[in-house]
């Protein structure tokens, strides 16, 4: 495990783990994520958390019925918003791969609102939006989510919004670095 010097909380040193921390990384290390790193490694500090974690944030990455293409979108707003450069690093390249266009990348990444030619990938970027942004969302984005995703879908893109502000929010206050080139500009940036 690299130490980063600006990292506020360093991931514990596998060689000190306990039985029930050697478990978890065991199973997380040997589940889809192929290993434990970012914010499930610092959290292995609190190993019951990385556990419950680790398996909320399995459903909502790999489960949900929103598919890869609009649970990417949802993660990528999300960690936007957030500033979280970590969470951009590991899910562009995901959300490439699930089939969400350059342009749209792109305009998340500068912060611009982008040109949507799919209805439920415009309704899953508002509804990240503005849940994000003012803690809810209108009757009427509310009302458009339900005919364009249905219910089903709507609640797990809410819980995707909640796992992925979990995941930033420890990127963002224990300064989790990010991976790659090709950072998010700044909040601040145009």
Known sequence: MPNWPDQRLQA???????????????????????????PLAVWMHRPELAA???DLGRYCR???V?????????????????????EWQVHK??????????EVIEA?????????TEPAEEVVHDVARAAHETRNVDDALYARAKDVLGEAALVDLIGVLGYYTLISLTINVFKVPPLGEDPAPDLDDD
């Open 52 to 54: 419950k974690a680790q």
């Open 66 to 86: 929103l598919g890869d293409r609009l649970s990417e979108l949802a993660i990528l707003v999300t960690g936007r918003i957030f500033g979280s450069e970590y």
């Open 62 to 64: 790999y489960d949900t």
């Open 93 to 102: 390249g995901f959300a490439r791969k699930a089939g969400l266009s350059e």
């Open 12 to 38: 514990p040193d596998p060689s000190t783990y306990d039985t029930r921390q050697q478990d978890i990384h065991d199973a997380i290390a040997s589940g889809p994520r192929g290993g434990v790193r970012g």
């Open 108 to 116: 998340i990444r500068l912060n611009k609102r982008p040109v949507f």
